[in-house]
């Protein structure tokens, strides 16, 4: 009995099959819950080629798990604000010693260290201040603390060059806030007496290179004699 070998695909057939594959894999995506579109090109570039992304059920679950997280993350910020307005109420009502005294016990008081209530603290002012509009806020709260700490010249910056979005990552503002430090003063009085003990220092230099040359030329009598 004679076998026969399936015919080989010519080199276009091959691409055209892979496109076809890549096309099905896209609409799988497209018809996914999934509306964050750098997430849904990034999720196809790591998965290129791999049979997942045909799954509809499959990446209905990766869908549904970014969609969760972004909704959490939500609520979480929405939390931390609420929390960051009472301790901005609380330290309104309180006098200064007594916002400070306070601030000593958030550990035992509240069960969060006192660097992390003044954190909740500062998000909460600038929010409510409009100095961060809510709209454009990280939904990570690292990331918008991070956001809290740039000047106002920094933050102008930041939103002119639209940097400044829900999804941002930290890193990013991380980058740009060094990339913007402000040039530090330079001390001319420092610098001043560089410049003095520099010459001091010169010109003792030329003082012991003539002592040096005496006694070099003391060093060649003693050998004549």
């Known amino acids: 009995m004679s076998k026969f070998s399936a015919p080989s695909l010519s080199r276009s057939q091959k691409i055209g099959q892979a496109a076809t594959v890549s096309d099905r894999q896209s609409t799988s995506l497209a018809q996914s819950s999934v509306i964050d579109e750098r997430f849904f090109e990034t ?18 679950a990766i869908s549904t798990l970014v969609n969760v997280l972004k909704s959490e993350k939500k609520k979480q910020l929405h ?10 109420n609380t ?3 309180f006098s200064p010693e007594e916002w400070k005294h306070l601030l000593k016990y958030t550990q035992e008081l509240f069960g969060m260290s006192r660097h992390t209530a003044c954190m909740y603290r500062n998000v909460a002012r600038d929010i409510d201040s409009g100095r961060i509009p809510r709209e454009i806020c990280p939904t990570s709260f690292s990331t918008a603390y991070q956001l809290s700490t740039y000047t106002d010249k920094q933050l102008e910056l930041a939103k ?20 913007h430090l402000r040039p530090k003063k330079r001390n001319y009085s420092s610098a001043k007496k560089g410049k003095d003990r520099l010459k001091a220092l010169t010109k003792e230099r030329e003082r012991l290179y003539k002592k040096l040359e005496k006694i070099e030329e003391q060093i060649a009598r003693e050998k004549e004699n």
Do not use: H, W, Y
């Open 43 to 60: 999720f196809k570039e790591k998965f290129e080629g791999m049979e997942l992304l045909d799954n509809q059920e499959k990446v209905q």
């Open 79 to 88: 939390t931390i604000i609420q929390i960051g307005r009472a301790f901005c």
């Open 91 to 93: 330290e309104d009502e």
């Open 160 to 179: 002119e060059e639209g940097i400044i979005t829900p999804d941002v990552s930290r890193r990013t503002l991380v980058a740009f806030k060094q990339k």
